[in-house]
């Protein structure tokens, strides 16, 4: 079964600092990544999704930008944030069918 | 109209309960159903997944679906305290790749 790695866990930026948010998945090859915002009160709100390398969808424009290099690796980019850029970022990557297996989650902090 | 609701709760209910967790839905097409636990600070755990119309069941925990009423339930049998948590219903918004549309969330709290 596939296992999802996100990092870093938590972090807090100053509004207009960069971001990077790295995803990563084992135990499976080819999987459709997906990146996710989860705010409070206002559920997952899907971001990016990606079939392949280089491939990537947007649902919502905004500043931010998603990167796929290697086949499991997905990343997660601004150049400038936002204080409504807070949230916690959710990773996730099909597990057969619809289905979808997410990662444990990077909790971002803007101030 | 959002295309899943789900009442937010919170819902607290006693130890040994049996809970039912509600959302209706909007869109017809693409009927694949999910339910996922989420723990607080954590990623949300998917627990179960249906395409039928029906019931579910895996252990203590049954998934039924009214297509006809487009509304889907999950039921905890015996309740643990264990089993508070936030709990996301989904479905898939279009063939293909295409993301899973989220309910908000219900808030569940089994008191011991």
């Known amino acids: 079964s596939q296992t999802i790695h996100q990092w870093p866990a938590t972090l807090v930026q100053p509004v207009g600092s960069p971001l990077s948010l790295e995803c990563t998945v084992e135990?499976?090859?080819?999987?459709?990544l997906y990146w996710y915002r989860q705010a409070a009160g206002r559920g997952l709100q899907l971001l990016f999704y990606?079939?392949?390398?280089?491939?990537i969808s947007s649902e919502v424009p905004q500043n931010l930008s998603a990167s796929r290099p290697q086949d499991r690796q997905f990343i997660l980019s601004s150049k400038k944030l936002l204080l409504s850029d807070s949230g916690f970022y959710l990773c996730?990557?099909?597990?057969?069918?619809?289905?979808?297996?997410f990662g444990p989650g990077t909790r971002l902090l803007v101030l | 109209q959002k295309e899943v609701e789900q009442d937010p709760g919170p819902l607290s209910v006693p130890e040994g309960a049996i809970v039912s967790l509600n959302c209706t839905y909007s869109?017809?097409?693409?009927?694949?159903f999910m339910w996922y636990r989420q723990y607080s600070r954590k990623g949300p755990e998917l627990l179960m997944y249906?395409?039928?119309?029906g019931n579910k069941e895996d252990g203590r925990f049954t998934a039924q679906v009214d297509k006809s009423s487009k509304y889907i339930s999950l039921f905890i049998r015996d309740s643990q305290p264990s089993d508070s948590a936030t709990y996301l219903c989904?479905?898939?918004?279009?063939?293909?790749?295409?993301?899973?549309?989220f309910g908000k969330g219900t808030h569940l709290i089994i008191q011991p």
């Open positions: 990606s079939v392949g390398i280089g491939q």
């Open positions: 135990g499976t090859s080819n999987p459709n």
């Open positions: 869109n017809s097409a693409f009927q694949y």
């Open positions: 989904a479905k898939n918004s279009g063939g293909g790749a295409d993301g899973l549309t």
């Open positions: 996730a990557c099909t597990g057969g069918g619809e289905t979808q297996y």
């Open positions: 249906t395409y039928s119309s």
